[in-house]
Each structure stands twice: as C-alpha cells, then as structure tokens.
C-alpha cells in the first residue's frame, strides 16, 4: 500500500531555463595570470590586484576543509572558468541600456528591473554570472546618501570605503574558500548606510549563474554607520546542468554603534536532479561584525537549494550590548546536503545571541547544524539562547546536530534546546480528515515548523519562502 | 445516510474489525461502547480512511456512495468528520489558519467561493460561542500545548465549523471535567439536525444523559455483540461488558 505521503509528485525547478547571451569569458584554469586578467578587465586599482594576489598565494597553500559533513568528488580548480560576462558590459549610463535579453531574463524570474514597473519599494542589484548587470534605484538612495551599486562601482566610485573595509570582517585567507574568492572575485553588491540614515527602501540582490562551467565568486559587503539601520534581501537561481558548479560568496557586514543590519537570504540554486546529478555548489563565507556599541546584526536565510551547501553566516559581538541573531531554514531533498549553522563570537559585555535553527531533511538528503557559541573572557554578562529543531520527513534522510560551545566567563549563560520530529502519518491525516490534500498538509506542517524563522523575513519574501517550501519538498517523500 | 456491511479490517497483519454491520439513519445518534482495545477507534479510522488499516471485506455506503473508494480527504470534503481519541498537535499553525483551510477546503470541493478572512472571523466568533471559548483560542497552535480536556474541546470547536453530515466522536468525553462534558454534549446537541447523523464512541454512560442516543451498540472483539435502546447503556453501566463478551465467546 502506497501511503499518501509517498505518492506526492514532483514538481520541477522553474528556473532552470539557460539564457542564450554572448559572453566575455576567460580561459579555464586559474594562476596569477587569470587573476591579472580579470583585475584588469575591471580597471582595478594596483592595491586590489596585490590584495588578489597575496590572497592567492595563501590559497595555494591551504587545503579544501572536510570537517563538514558532506560528500563530494574533487573539486579541479583548473577547470573552472573564473570569469564570464555578457557582453556589452561598458559602464551603463541607465538601465534602457541593459541587453533585453537580460531584462527578459529577470522577467522570468520575477525580478523586474524596470524602475516604473516595481510596485514594491525594494532597490536590486542584478549579477549576472561575473558581473553586475544593472543596480535599480541608485539615484533615489543617493538623494539620502545611500550608496547602493555593484562591487565593481564601488571600487571606481569609493576606493576609500571599499580599502578601508574590505577583508575587515572574514580576511583574504579566512578560510580556502574565502581566499579563493579573495583571488578571483568578479563582483558582487556595496552598499554603504551613513550615520544615522534610514535606508528608504529594501535593498536587494539578485544572484543569476547562466554559463556554464563558470564558478561564481561574488562579494558583498556592507556598512552601515552608527545608528544606521538598512534591510538587505539576497536572491538565487541557476539553470539546470547535469555538472556541479561551485559558488564561492564572500559576504562582509559591518555594524557600527546603534546601527542595524538586517540581511536575509531566499537561496534557490539549482539543487541537482532527483539522483544528485548537477546542482550548485554553494560554499560560502557570511561573517557580520557589531563593531559598535548597541549594534545588531540579523541573518535569516532560507535555503532549499544547492546540491551541497557549507554555510556558517556569524556575528562577532565585539561591541558591548550588541546582537547577533540566525535565523535558519534548511532543507534538502533527493541527494542534497547541507552543512549549515553560525558562529557567534562574544567579545563585549553583555552581548546577546539568539539562534533559531530548523532544519527539514526528506528524499535521501542530509542535513547537519553546525553552530559554535564562544563567549570569551571579557564578555561579562554575555547570552545566547539557541534552539535547534530538525523535521524528517520519510524514513531515507538524515539530520545531525554538532553544536559547540566554549564559555571562557562564568558570567556568560548558554541556553540551548534541540528537538528531531518526523512529519507524521498521522499529522497528515488529520489535516486530510479536516478536507485537506496532501500537499496543503504537508505544507502547512511544514510552514508550522518553520514559522519562527518566516516571520523574521520581510513580508514578501515569507510569502515567497512559503511557496519555494512547498516545491522544494514536493516529490520528497517516503 | 451510513451504511456498513460486513466489514472487515487489518492493521499490521491482524484483523481487528471482524464483521461489522450497522445501519445509521439520518436524524440519528448512535452510541459504540465496548470493552478497551475491542475496535472502537479501529472502526472509526476505517470510516475516516486512516491508511494505517486495511480493509479486507464488507462494504461502507455513505449517502449512496462507495465511502471506502474515496480519499481521506474526499470523505472529509462530503461532509464526514472525526473527532479524534486523540487529536494531533500542529505546532506554529494556528487554530485560526487551520479552521479556514479546513473550511474553505470544503467550500471549495462544494463549487463555492472561499470565505475571507475577515467573514470567517465572524462565523467564528458565533461558533466559539458554542464551545464557551474566547477568541484568545484561535491565535494558538492546533492542539500545541492544549490540556486533554482543551483538545476535546477543540475537536468540537472543529466540527462545529465543519458542520458535518456524519461526525465520529471518539471517545470525546473522556478526560473532560463536568463543566466540559457539558460543554461538549451542548455542542454536539446543537447540531444535531435532522439530516446529520452522529456516532458516539463513549466508556461512560454519563455522557449518554446529555446526548440521548437512540441506538446504543457493545462492540467487542470486532464485532457487535449486542444492540439496544438507550437503556442497555444503563445495563451496561451495571453489570459491565463480561456478561456480554462472555456469550460472544461462547457464539464463537
Ligand atoms: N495500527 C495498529 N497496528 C496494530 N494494532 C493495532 C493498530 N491499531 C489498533 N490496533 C489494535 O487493535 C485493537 C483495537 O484497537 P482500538 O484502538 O480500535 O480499540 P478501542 O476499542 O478503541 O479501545 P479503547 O477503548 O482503549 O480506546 C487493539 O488491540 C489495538 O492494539
Ligand atoms: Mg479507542
């Protein structure tokens, strides 16, 4: 007897479409040449190249970790095209200039880049594989002194900023993945928040691999001045292909006094086929510093892509009373893994970290929480409240839990609390007995599960993490 | 309105029903009392169509339809409910969200248009007012953290939104104080129509002196042993179930 649950259909990945785009791309392989090439390309000024290269030469030195709980083939590095660009990438003077096969491109994945045609307040910047392809809204933010535009930009329009910044939140060689992107970084989104300023809107990125064989290597960085406050949403899509391609992100946020830094993540690679054949590779750095005094720093993400993700968005509570807070959804389907949680480092007094985990495992995927609670010496007073609950949903999947904990301060409390349910038959029965289908149950127990975290995204995005929930699962279970 | 002929049914491997048959009128109430593990609860997840039972035999009419050919949720659509032994908990899902889906899931199986918000809260608070319960109930989770009593209650609170044609109550009653037996059985009683028909699962004769039944029926090793007016309930209540499971083993 099949039981309800099993015969849920699949449901495909609706982006995985390939936009058929000319592109400026750079030969296979990397050495100090490509990573010359692609500075030049970007007009970089000669401290970026020498902060390129003195991270690429720590790279060659480091070795892929594989302490997370994931499995994958090698990974060769000489077979990775480091840079592809559509073409007609001069600086754009307004974004009637963008190729419309590019606009067309965002249409399709709900992403209008047209100014006048945004009902929603929200900024985007658009990267398309290396490179940022329009950023919207640009002169409204700068009427309040927002600088909101692509990494590239920045480095022409702020070198100051970007210097003064850059690599001060996860350093070139944090880790290899970092260093590698330190190397080969294309581009990414800035955005500045001066003293005091409310940004007027959402900010948003919008993340799009197209070519293939290509990694993508972008890097975000954010600053918002004391008592600034900015919200920043990140979306992600990628055609289907049945090979792997990495993403290696670098995302810096700093928080100085009483500012506030919001920054969610909807990420919806592609996540491989149902037998684990392509899928991204998402292995990314996010590290936030509360800087200042009374500063907080909030990462909700809501991951149902990638074939693999190893993702550890942190906060390092440096100045005193800051906050740090994850919000996490996580969940894996067929053959996905992911390896996913956060670090939060108190350093200040009095510091205050929440962490709500959830992570949800059916098909044969794996899902690991991987979170570290480090309350050092001078951090009197310091609390974290952390709480951890995984879903299973059919018998074949797994989740794991490796939480660490090191409190060098008798004054420092931890809380921690963990639960693992499997969705139940009869959970799902009860709903169908009350007339719902299965796929309603399913995703209403599920959005149940989740709610802790959903509600911490700005309204439209919940609605969208809701529905992406629903697909993501579908097919998933038994 | 309901009827079962003959039915037979498995649950991992063992036949738990073992010939049923009962006839449900329209207008009526039924009581099932037996013994514990005798197959109260089995027969009504069978109607229900809880995929852990297999039926092997009989047949199960519903308003002139096949009931064993639909789907949980069909059954559901068309006007069956179950309140449960024991109802499951919906963590992050409030009571408000799941009675709207529930309701609109109905309407929408019945061709009609889905209630809003704001039109629900209103049907709402009317039926709220039958279970003696504030509003402060539907900002809860479904179930999360309720008392057994409260669980009851809000099994209640369900059908009388659902307004169902059939409603199962298993064994509603136990685990409830005085105040929300009566609470119950005034929900219960309220509904009552004269198209709608009810099946008690119930231990306890007291629940029967607030919803008068006009059969009451002993199952007992899957089958029913014996049928009567509502004073068998009061037999039952004195003597107990041997004398009766006693002769069906004897029969057998
Ligand atoms: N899913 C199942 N798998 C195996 N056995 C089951 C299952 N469900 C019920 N049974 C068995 O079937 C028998 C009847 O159970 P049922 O729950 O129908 O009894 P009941 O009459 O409702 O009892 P009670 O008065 O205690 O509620 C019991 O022996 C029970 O253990
Ligand atoms: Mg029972």
Redesign the pocket.
């Known amino acids: 007897m099949t039981s309800p649950v099993e015969s849920y259909v699949q449901q495909d990945y609706k982006y995985g479409f390939v936009t058929d785009i000319e592109a400026d791309t750079v030969p296979r392989g990397l050495n100090e040449d490509t990573i010359r090439l692609i500075s030049a390309k970007k007009q970089e000024p000669a401290f970026l190249l020498e902060w390129r290269l003195a991270a690429y030469r720590r790279w060659l030195a480091m070795t892929e970790p594989h302490w997370p709980n994931v499995q994958y083939p090698p990974i060769d590095y000489q077979d990775i095209i480091y840079y592809s660009a559509p073409k007609q990438v001069k600086p754009l003077g307004s974004l009637d200039e963008v190729d419309p096969e590019l606009l067309a491109t965002y249409e399709k994945l709900g992403i209008s880049l047209s100014e006048q045609k945004r009902l929603s307040g929200v900024a985007v910047d658009a990267i398309f594989d290396s490179v940022s392809v329009a950023t919207t809204f640009r002169e409204k933010l700068a009427e309040s002194g927002v600088i909101f535009c692509s990494f590239s930009d920045a480095v022409k329009d702020h070198p100051e900023l970007v210097k003064k910044y850059l690599g001060s939140v996860v350093p070139a060689g944090d880790n290899f993945f970092a260093a590698l992107n330190a190397a080969v970084f294309t581009d990414g989104s800035f955005v500045y928040i001066p003293k005091g300023v409310t940004c007027p809107m959402e900010l948003s990125t919008y993340f799009r691999i197209n070519a293939a064989d290509t990694g993508q290597f972008e890097r975000t960085l954010i600053v918002a001045e004391a008592g600034a406050t900015v919200s920043y949403l990140e979306g992600c899509t990628a055609p289907k292909r049945d090979t792997n391609q990495l993403h290696a992100a670098v995302v810096e946020l700093v928080a100085l006094e009483g500012a506030t830094i919001k920054y969610s993540t909807v990420q919806n690679w592609y996540a491989g086929d149902s037998e684990g054949k392509g899928g991204i590779y998402n292995f990314v750095t996010k590290r936030g510093k509360c800087a200042g005094a009374r500063s907080r720093i909030t990462w909700t993400q809501v991951e149902t892509g990638s074939s693999i993700t190893w993702k550890y968005p942190s906060v390092i509570l440096q100045g005193d009373d800051s906050i740090g807070e994850f919000y996490s959804v996580a969940v894996v389907n067929n053959r996905q893994q992911a390896d996913t949680g956060t670090k939060m480092i108190h350093v200040g007094r009095n510091t205050k970290s929440t962490i709500i985990s959830k992570g949800i495992s059916a098909g044969r995927g794996q899902n690991s929480y991987r979170g570290l609670v480090k309350m050092l010496p001078k951090a009197v007073g310091a609390r974290n409240y952390t709480q951890c609950d995984s879903m299973l949903i059919g018998n074949a999947c797994g989740a794991h839990t490796f939480p660490y904990i090191d409190v060098q301060h008798p004054s420092a409390s931890v809380e921690h609390e963990a639960s693992t349910s499997k969705i139940g038959e009869d959970q799902i029965f009860y709903c169908k007995q009350r007339g719902l289908d299965t796929e309603d149950a399913i995703s209403m127990i599920v959005n149940g599960f989740c709610k802790d975290v959903f509600q911490n995204l700005p309204m439209e995005f919940a609605v969208e993490a809701q529905k992406l929930l629903g697909i993501s699962l579908e097919g998933s279970v038994g | 309105m309901l009827d079962i002929k003959n039915l037979t049914a498995t ?2 491997g ?1 036949e ?1 029903l073992r010939g049923i048959t009962l006839t449900v009128n329209a207008g009526e109430v039924h009581a099932i009392m ?10 009504a997840q069978v109607l229900a169509g809880h995929p ?2 297999e039926v092997t035999g009989g047949s199960v009419t519903y308003k002139g339809q096949d009931l064993l050919d639909m789907e949980p949720e069909a059954r559901a659509q068309a006007g069956v409910f179950l309140a449960f ?1 024991y109802p499951v908990e919906i963590p992050g899902v409030t009571n408000a969200y799941f009675l709207r889906a529930a309701y609109n899931a109905k309407r929408t199986a019945q061709g009609l248009e889905e209630l809003d918000p704001m039109d629900f809260l209103d049907l709402l608070e009317e039926k709220l007012k039958l279970v003696e319960w504030g509003p402060e109930i539907m900002s809860r989770a479904v179930n999360a953290g309720f008392s057994g009593g409260e669980k009851k209650r809000n099994e209640i609170l369900q059908m009388a939104v659902l307004e169902p044609s059939l409603a199962i109550l298993d ?1 509603t009653d136990s685990g409830l104080d005085i105040d929300a037996l009566k609470i119950v059985a005034n929900g219960v009683n309220a509904l009552r129509r004269p198209d709608s028909a009810t099946l008690l ?1 119930t ?1 306890y004769q007291r629940l029967l002196n607030h919803i008068v039944p006009d059969r009451v029926h002993v ?1 007992a090793g899957g089958r029913i042993v014996r049928s009567g007016g509502k004073e068998l309930a009061l037999e039952l209540e004195e003597r107990g179930y041997e004398w009766l499971t006693d002769a069906a083993g004897a029969v057998a």
């Open positions: 649950a991992g063992t738990i037996g013994p514990n593990g005798s197959g109260k609860s089995t027969l852990s039972y032994q064994e699962v231990h199952l």
